[in-house]
C-alpha cells in the first residue's frame, strides 16, 4: 500500500483549547456573579455592567459561544483532520476563525454589559456583531467542508455528518433570527412582531440548543469516546439512525417553550409531539454512547477521561429525557417559567457540555504535548468536585422550581391566591444560596483543572505539526456488491449538506410559514394601539435592561394566573411588539397587567421601586436601578425608531416622526408633573426613568380597555 | 391576505412531504438492517485508525 505524509495541524487545537479554558473560567464566574446577585440583591452597587438583568445575558452568551463554541472548534479541528486524513484546508483560514471568533466574544460581552442587546435570548448580539457572526461561520464552513473534500478516506464517518448537519443549521437559524432592521450601529428592531417574533425566537432558541449545544457534541463523542475507550463506538448502524431522526425530529420542537401562551394552538401542538418523539433519537445516541464501553467498563474506574465522559453522556440522557416531558402540557403548567428550568438547562450544560469538554481536555492535552496528565489525583478530585457541584446546584433548583409552581397555584378555602408573588419569591433564597455553593464546588474545580494542564504542558513538549503516514486514497473506487443510495451518499459531502438542509428546511417552513402568512393564526383586537413615542422609547430602556430576564409578559390561561395578574395574554395583542417581551422565567411577576387593574401602582410607587426595590418590596430580590433617575434620555433617536416602526408595519400616521417628541415631553411632563403631586419627588421629565415608568403604566392598558367597552356594549 | 389557503390544492403539499420523509425513514431502516458486517466494521474503526503502525501517537 501506498503511503503520503500528511502533517496535521496541532497548534489550531492548542489556540482553540486554551480558549475552552479561558472563557470557561469568565462564563462560569459570571454565572456565579448572578447566583451570588439573587442571595444579595445590592450586590451591584448600583452600577449597571455588574447588574444581574445584564449580566446574565453575558453568561449565557459566555457559556455557549464562548466556552462551548471554542470546545466546538477544538474538537472538530482536532478530529477532523484525523477522520480525514489531511491537514485543514487553509491554516490562515483557521487562525482567521479563531481570532475573529474571540473578537465577537469581546465584542459581546463589552455590548452587552452596555445594554446593546436585541432581548431575544441567546440571540442578544446586534446587528454588526451578527454579520460578524455570519461572516466567521462561512470561513469554518468553507474551512471544514473544504477539508472534507480533499480528505484521504473515502468514507465519511458519522462524527462528521453532525458536524455538517451543525453548519448549515446553525446558520440558517441564526441568520433567519437575526433579521432586523437597524435605527443606529447599537440598536435595532427585528423584523417580526409578537407571536411570530417569539415562534421564530424559540424556533432559534430551541435549535440552538438542539445544534450548538447538541449535534456538535454528539460528533464529538462519536470520536473521542471511542479513541479514550480505544474502542470502536457501539453500533454504527445506530448511529445512522440516529443522525437522521435527530436532526429531523428536532427542528420541529421549538414551540415547547410557548405552551399555554398566546401561540396558535397547533403549533404548541406540533412541538409537543415532536418533542416526545425526540425521546428515541436521544436515547439512541445515548444507549450508543454507554454501550461504547460494554465490556471496559473496569476501564472507567481507572481513567478520569472515562469517566467524565460517562457521566456527560448520563446528563445527556437525563437532560433528553426531561425535555420531552417538561413538553407535556402538564407538566410544563408546573415547570414553566420557574427555576425547573435552570435545573433542567444545567445538567446539560455542566453535565453533558461541561463534562464532555473536560474529558476531551484531559485527553487532549497529554497527547499533543507528549506527555501523560501532571496529576492523575488532582483530575479525579475534579471529577468529585465537579460531580458533587452539578448535584448542589441542581437538587435546590429543583426544590426551588417545584415550591414556586406550588406556591403560585395554591388558593385558600375562600378562593384566594394563598401567597403573594413576593412571599413567593423570598421563600426561595435559602434555595438560592445553595446553588450559588453548587456553582462554587464546580467552578474551584475548573480551577483546579486549569492549573493541571498547564503543569501537564509544561511537563511535557508540544508538537504543532503531527506529521504522520497515511495509505494514499486509489484513484478509482471498486463499489462493494449491493451498495446503493445511503452508502455513496456518505462519500459526498456537498450533497449530503445539501439533503441536511432540506431537512432541517422543511420541519422549519411548516412550522414558522403558517403564522406568517394565515392572517387568522393572530386575530387583531381593534383597541390594540402602537405604543406612544415615550412609551417607546421606555420599551427599549426595558429591553436595554435586560428586564425579561426575570419577567414574562405573559399571562396563561390558569386560574391561579389569572387572579394574580388579570385577564390571560391573546396572541392580537403584541401585534407592535418589536422585539416581543414575553420572557421565560419569572425570578419576579409577570408584568403584562402592569399597568391596570389590582396591578396598577402610581407614578411615584414606580420612581421609587426603580430606585429601590427592596425597600418599597421588603425582601425583594430585584437590584436597584438607580442611574435610570440620573441618566437623560435620549430623544434624538425618536423620529429614527417612529420610521423603522413605520416601515415594519406599525400604523403611525404619516410625517409623525417629525412631531413624535412634542408628544413625548408632553406626556413626560404629566409623569414628572405626577411625582411632583404624589410624593413631591423632583424629577427632570426628561429622566430615564420617566419614560419607563410611561412604558410600566401602559401595559395591558389596551386590552383593557376592549373588556371596558365590551361591558359597556352588554348593558 | 389568505396567501396558503389561496393556493390551489395547498394541502397535497404537507402530504407530499410527510410520503417522502415517510419512504426516506423507511429505506434508512432497510439500508441500515442490510448493510454489510465487514465494511461496517471497516467504518466504525475509522477513528482509532491502526492502519499504519509507524503513526505512533494517533
Redesign the interface.
Known amino acids: 500500500m501506498d ?1 503520503v505524509k500528511v502533517s496535521y495541524d496541532n497548534k489550531i487545537v492548542k489556540q482553540f483549547a486554551v480558549a475552552t479554558v479561558f472563557w470557561g473560567i469568565i462564563g462560569m464566574t459570571v454565572g456565579l456573579w448572578i447566583a451570588l446577585e439573587l442571595v444579595f440583591p445590592k450586590l451591584n452597587m448600583g452600577i449597571p455592567q455588574l447588574t444581574f438583568s445584564r449580566d446574565r445575558p453575558i453568561h449565557t452568551n459566555a457559556v455557549i459561544f464562548a466556552f462551548v463554541g471554542n470546545g466546538i472548534f477544538m474538537g472538530v479541528y482536532y ?1 477532523l483532520q ?2 480525514c ?1 489531511t491537514r485543514m484546508l487553509s491554516d490562515f483560514l483557521s487562525k482567521l476563525h479563531f481570532w475573529a471568533w474571540q473578537l465577537i466574544i469581546v465584542l459581546a460581552a463589552l455590548s452587552l454589559s452596555m445594554g446593546i442587546t436585541t432581548g431575544k435570548e441567546y440571540a442578544e448580539l446586534e446587528w454588526p456583531i451578527d454579520i460578524l457572526i455570519t461572516l466567521v461561520w462561512v470561513i469554518f464552513g468553507i474551512n471544514m467542508m473544504g477539508t472534507i473534500i480533499k480528505r484521504r ?1 473515502r ?1 465519511i ?1 458519522v ?1 462528521i455528518w453532525f458536524y455538517i448537519a451543525t453548519l448549515v443549521t446553525v446558520a440558517m437559524l441564526h441568520i433567519v433570527n437575526s433579521l432586523e432592521i437597524p435605527i443606529s450601529l447599537t440598536k435595532s428592531y427585528p423584523i417580526y412582531a409578537g407571536v411570530q417574533d417569539a415562534l421564530v425566537q424559540w424556533w432559534y432558541g430551541h435549535n440552538a440548543v438542539a445544534f450548538f449545544l447538541t449535534t456538535p457534541y454528539l460528533g464529538l463523542m ?2 473521542f469516546l ?2 479514550a475507550a ?4 457501539y453500533s ?2 445506530l448511529s ?2 440516529h443522525f ?2 435527530l436532526i ?1 425530529l428536532y427542528i420541529w420542537a421549538g414551540p415547547h417553550h410557548l405552551l399555554y401562551t398566546a401561540l396558535p394552538h397547533w403549533a404548541q401542538t406540533l412541538g409537543t409531539v415532536f418533542s416526545i418523539m425526540l425521546i428515541a433519537p436521544s436515547w439512541g445516541g445515548m444507549v450508543n454512547g454507554l454501550l461504547t464501553l460494554r465490556g471496559a467498563w473496569d476501564k472507567v474506574r481507572e481513567d478520569v477521561v472515562l469517566k467524565f465522559m460517562v457521566v456527560a453522556v448520563t446528563a445527556y440522557g437525563m437532560s433528553t429525557f426531561e425535555g420531552p416531558m417538561l413538553s407535556l402540557k402538564n407538566v410544563n403548567a408546573i415547570g414553566h417559567f420557574t427555576d425547573w428550568i435552570v435545573a433542567h438547562v444545567h445538567i446539560g450544560a455542566l453535565g453533558w457540555n461541561g463534562f464532555l469538554t473536560f474529558g476531551i481536555l484531559y485527553w487532549l492535552i497529554p ?1 499533543m504535548w ?1 506527555t501523560n496528565i501532571y496529576s492523575k489525583s488532582a483530575a479525579n478530585f475534579h471529577f468529585w468536585i465537579g460531580t458533587l457541584g452539578i448535584l448542589v446546584y441542581a437538587v435546590p433548583m429543583y426544590w426551588s422550581g417545584f415550591t414556586q409552581a406550588l406556591m403560585w397555584k395554591d388558593f385558600t378555602p375562600e378562593g384566594n391566591l394563598s401567597y403573594t408573588f413576593l412571599e413567593t419569591s423570598t421563600q426561595l433564597k435559602g434555595m438560592y444560596a445553595l446553588r450559588s455553593i453548587g456553582g462554587t464546588l464546580y467552578l474551584i474545580g475548573v480551577f483546579v483543572m486549569a492549573w493541571n494542564l498547564i503543569k501537564t504542558a509544561k511537563q511535557g513538549s508540544f ?1 504543532a505539526n ?1 506529521d ?4 494514499a486514497m486509489a484513484k478509482t473506487y471498486n463499489k ?1 456488491k ?1 451498495e ?4 455513496p451518499l456518505e462519500r459526498r459531502p456537498v450533497q449530503f449538506m445539501i439533503l441536511a438542509l432540506v431537512m432541517v428546511i ?1 420541519g422549519g417552513v ?1 412550522e414558522l ?2 403564522t406568517f ?4 393564526n393572530i386575530p387583531t383586537i381593534a383597541s390594540v394601539k402602537p405604543y406612544t413615542p415615550l412609551e417607546l422609547q421606555g420599551r427599549d430602556i426595558y429591553v436595554r435592561e435586560g428586564c425579561y430576564v426575570c419577567h414574562s409578559q405573559m399571562v396563561r390561561p390558569f386560574r391561579s394566573e389569572v387572579k394574580r395578574y388579570g385577564e390571560y395574554s391573546k396572541a392580537g395583542e403584541f401585534v407592535y411588539d418589536h422585539p416581543f417581551q414575553w420572557g421565560s422565567k419569572r425570578t419576579g411577576p409577570d408584568l403584562a397587567r402592569e399597568g391596570v387593574g389590582t396591578l396598577k401602582k402610581n407614578d411615584s410607587w414606580h420612581y421609587m421601586h426603580m430606585l429601590n426595590p427592596g425597600e418599597v418590596s421588603t425582601g425583594s430580590v430585584m437590584p436597584p436601578y438607580p442611574w435610570l433617575h440620573k441618566n437623560e434620555l435620549d430623544t434624538s433617536t425618536t423620529a429614527a425608531k417612529i420610521r423603522v416602526m413605520q416601515k415594519l408595519g406599525v400604523p403611525y400616521p404619516e410625517g409623525y416622526d417629525k412631531i413624535a417628541n412634542q408628544d413625548l415631553m408632553k406626556q413626560a411632563d404629566q409623569i414628572a408633573a405626577n411625582l411632583q403631586t404624589e410624593k413631591e419627588i423632583e424629577s427632570s421629565s426628561t429622566a430615564e426613568i420617566i419614560a419607563l415608568i410611561a412604558y410600566l403604566q401602559r401595559l395591558g392598558v389596551d386590552i383593557n380597555t376592549e373588556t371596558n367597552l365590551q361591558n359597556q356594549v352588554k348593558k | 391576505m389568505h396567501y396558503l389557503s389561496d393556493i390551489d390544492g395547498v394541502s397535497i403539499y404537507p402530504i407530499i412531504s410527510l410520503f417522502i420523509f415517510f419512504v426516506f425513514f423507511i429505506g434508512l431502516f432497510y439500508w441500515v438492517q442490510k448493510m454489510d458486517k465487514s465494511s461496517i466494521d471497516e467504518i466504525r474503526n475509522i477513528p482509532l485508525d491502526n492502519s499504519n503502525p509507524n503513526n505512533l501517537n494517533n
Not at chain 1, 230 to 233: L, Q
Open positions: 503511503y478530529s484525523r477522520l486524513k478516506e468514507h464517518y462524527g462519536y470520536y471511542p479513541k480505544n474502542r470502536p463506538v454504527y448502524k445512522i439512525v437522521w431522526t429531523f497527547k507528549r508538537l503531527e504522520v503516514e497515511v495509505p462493494p449491493g446503493f443510495w445511503h452508502r422543511i411548516i410559514v403558517p402568512l394565515i392572517k387568522s
